[in-house]
């Protein structure tokens, strides 16, 4: 039966389907959907690990023990699980093992913009790139096909476009789950100098036999239409390329690292103008070049940065774009906030108003930083906060300066990776005031469990950490609690914790009210006692506005009852005591 | 046939991603090939939320370009006027006139354009606004406002109205599929 499912969906049905055992990963957008759909599925056993590295650490001793693995993370993720991801080239595996990396071109929800083909390159492993729902489905039954008969780990990349874009699927016979024999093998999985050695010659010569696959394989296909332009594309870059010329000829690549040589060669020599659209890094480009065969359109008309669509591809082929009118000028922005109701409003709230250094981290408090908040002042990667505070404060010291730094943290992102990064603040004699946003969710990439929710992925209880026994634990003596709803309390609780040296740990253990569906009783403000002063404003809640100016008087706040979730934040905010429960 | 294309704005938390999904299942019921893209992620928190719905017999990018939508549906007036732009020559817009504040006009750092529905017009001639949320009310659920918008384009669609009625019952809750069908039927109306 055919059935409209996104790339991650595909990606999670197909695992399934493929006699997939164990799946592992940390969510990120765009790639969170796709465990969260294999726990749907309901029989094949799941789990959110704490961090990348521990998901694809688990995966590979899935693989070792003689199940069909999958790992997913968007592109980030796998710079933490680098470290793995590069000793797993080598040790191969035993039953398939799939890393699944989401990419964000444009990033619509990432820290930065990296093009994860380049890992497929630097492991020298088989990299899959699918162009849409029904490839993503059936490039992961060739994916543990290829792990297995080349003893290699498999990337297979999605992009946002892949992964949130859904398109049509037809499902294949499903395979059931074989699980292999557990088998000790020192010299493939103990990587010691002499064995790695080995390992490293072997990693050569399966990529030579990777390439003859490559040539073969019908994952690579050449469309012939028009020969007077042939462009070379892969994944959802081949949709925008079918999108701006149908009848071009194609080289589509569906496996995407290593490149097919001979037919690169064989298609170039057959067509007029010989055009590369890919998004962002010029991967294919680069080797095709380095090949001796001459390129015409790639890199020099198609940007770096961001997205391709038709309308860049027709540009760069010379053609003009669609007819299109340019968007509006001047409109207001609308750029994500705090929810209302949400805790984070009443921290930065006080932190915009200490004017503190503060380091940040990933999550949905990144926010702070945006205007009117402008309470974050560095964001770099997921667990940076403590350590990257650790080190501000340190300089400050040999700089004889006296400002502490705060950093801000979530739950999921302490355990993930701000957890070392504490150790070392108590370990290195650091002095810096770490704020712990203990939410019971990761909640940026929609609310998932985490090791402090108190539920796996599955919804079922689960060991829950006592964060305040851990923090204690890591070596921090100054740990006490915070209330972010109340405004006082907060900014006391933030001035003591700066005004105390050493480490000084605050957390906050107000629930998401999203994921938790909190609603307080709505606040309405009295138009006989507001005075327009816009004190409230500065809580950057959305459920706030003014109202038509009345003659010669300064505009009135009111509260949209739609929106408004009662936490109270603005109300404090409110000098003339005008913001109330609705009566 | 030529390739439908359906652009849906909104803003995070309004249901722009379930309206976009019946118009995708309506539209392979129908037998027809469909892709159906939108970005979420930071989206979710209040933040401008566009997707794209896209028909046809073979269809190949997700993705719609500026100046080829054949429908622009607008969850909310300011949120047409950004994407007005994606229509074609001629296309339709139909958008709810019920507004809601942009956090930059929330913190005073912006206004509100108190001219939305003028500009709307100067920019689409055609366009249609409607009162989504008293719609969805009167259904009985002022969530609905998705299924209203839905609705109100219906008839401009390339399926039938009782294969998206279909899909309604489908993708709803069981106690929501009456006030759903009753908010598709009010924003047909409306």
Not at chain 1, 211 to 220: D, G, I, M, R
Not at chain 1, 545 to 557: D, H, N
Not at chain 2, 143 to 166: C, D
Request: hydrophobic share 40%.
């Amino acid at each position: 039966m055919k059935k409209i499912i996104s790339g991650n969906e595909a990606i999670a049905l197909s695992f399934g389907d493929s006699g997939g055992v164990f799946a592992s990963g940390y969510p990120g957008t765009p790639s969170t959907e796709t465990l969260e759909e294999v726990a749907r599925l309901g029989k094949v056993y799941c789990e959110w690990a704490p961090n990348e590295k521990v998901a694809l650490e688990s995966a590979i001793g899935a693989s070792i023990a003689g199940g069909r693995t999958l790992a997913t993370m968007k592109h980030v993720g796998v710079n933490v699980a680098a470290d793995a991801l590069l000793t797993l080239n080598h040790t191969g595996v035993n039953a398939g093992l799939i890393l699944m990396v989401a990419d964000d071109p444009g990033m619509h929800s990432s820290q930065n913009e990296q093009d994860s083909r380049n890992y497929a390159k630097f492991a020298k492993i088989p990299m899959l790139d699918p162009a849409n729902s029904q490839e993503a489905y059936d490039y992961v039954r060739d994916g543990f096909e290829i792990s297995e008969q080349f003893d290699t780990p498999v990337m297979l990349r999605t992009t946002t476009r892949i992964s949130h874009a859904k398109g049509v699927v037809e499902r294949k016979e499903k395979i059931a789950p074989k699980i292999g024999p557990w088998v000790k093998d020192v010299p493939k999985y103990v990587m010691l100098p002499n064995y790695g050695k080995i390992k490293h010659v072997e990693i050569e010569a399966r990529l030579l036999k990777l390439q003859e696959f490559a040539e073969t394989t019908p994952l690579n296909r050449i469309e012939m239409g028009d020969t007077e332009l042939g462009i070379i594309t892969s994944g959802v870059a081949y949709q925008h390329v079918k999108e701006a010329y149908p009848n071009a000829s194609i080289l589509k690549l569906g496996l995407v690292h290593p490149l097919p040589e001979r037919k690169i060669r064989e298609f170039a020599g057959q067509v007029g103008r010989l055009m590369i659209v890919e998004e962002l890094d010029a991967i294919f480009e680069e080797q095709i070049r380095a090949k001796g065969i001459r390129v015409d359109i790639g890199k020099n008309k198609i940007p770096l940065c961001g997205e391709v669509n038709a309308d860049i591809i027709r540009a760069a082929a010379g053609d003009p774009p669609a007819e299109g009118t340019a968007p509006i000028a001047a409109l207001p922005q609308r750029p994500p906030i705090f929810c209302p109701g949400c805790a984070h409003r009443g921290l930065f709230t006080i932190l915009s108003k200490l004017k503190v250094f503060v380091s940040g981290d990933i999550g949905c408090y990144t926010l702070g930083a945006l205007p009117p908040m402008s309470a974050m002042h560095t964001t770099i990667c997921m667990g940076a906060s403590i350590s990257a505070a650790h080190g501000m404060a340190k300089v400050n010291e040999i700089a004889g300066r006296t400002e502490k730094p705060v950093a801000v943290i979530g739950d999921s992102t302490f355990f993930h990776s701000g957890m070392t990064g504490l150790l070392s603040l108590a370990y290195n004699k650091g002095n810096a005031l770490v704020i712990i946003m203990d939410n019971r969710t990761t909640g940026m990439t929609g609310g998932q469990e985490n090791p402090g929710s108190g539920r796996d992925l599955q919804g079922q209880p689960a060991h829950q950490v006592d964060m305040v026994t851990l923090v204690k634990a890591l070596g921090i003596e100054n740990v006490a609690e915070l209330d972010a709803y109340n405004l006082e309390a907060t900014e006391a609780a933030i001035k003591k914790g700066l005004e105390t040296p050493g480490p000084y740990v605050l957390i906050d253990k107000n629930p998401c009210i999203l994921r938790y569906r909190i609603k307080s009783p709505v606040l309405t403000v009295d138009q006989e006692k507001c005075t327009g002063c816009r004190a409230c404003l500065k809580a950057a809640c959305v459920s706030l506005g003014l109202l038509p100016p009345a003659e010669g008087k300064k505009q009135k706040v009111q509260i949209d009852p739609n929106i408004c979730d009662g936490c109270g934040v603005c109300a404090q905010l409110c000098k003339f005591d005008a913001i109330a429960v609705a009566r | 046939m030529d390739i439908f294309n359906i652009v849906i704005a909104g803003v995070g938390g309004q249901g722009v991603l379930l309206a976009s999904k019946v118009l995708a299942e309506s539209a392979l019921a129908s037998g027809m090939d469909v892709k159906q893209n939108e970005v979420h992620g930071m989206a979710q928190r209040g933040g401008s939320v566009i997707s794209f719905v896209r028909i046809g017999e073979e269809v190949f990018s997700p993705v719609v370009i500026p100046g080829t939508a054949d429908i622009l549906i607008s969850f909310e007036p300011l949120e047409a006027l950004r994407y007005v732009h994606y229509l074609k020559p001629g296309g339709m817009l139909v958008y709810n006139k019920v507004t809601i504040n942009p956090s930059t006009v929330a913190t005073g750092l912006a206004v509100y354009p108190t001219d939305v529905e003028e500009q709307i017009t100067q920019a689409c001639p055609d366009a249609r606004g409607i009162n989504a949320l008293a719609v969805a009310k009167e259904a009985g659920n002022a969530k609905a406002v998705n299924m209203v918008m839905v609705g109100a384009v219906m008839k401009k669609l390339p399926i039938n109205a009782e294969v998206v009625e279909g899909v309604v019952r489908a993708v709803s809750k069981e106690k929501g599929i009456d006030v759903n069908l009753r908010a598709l039927k009010g924003g047909a109306a409306a």
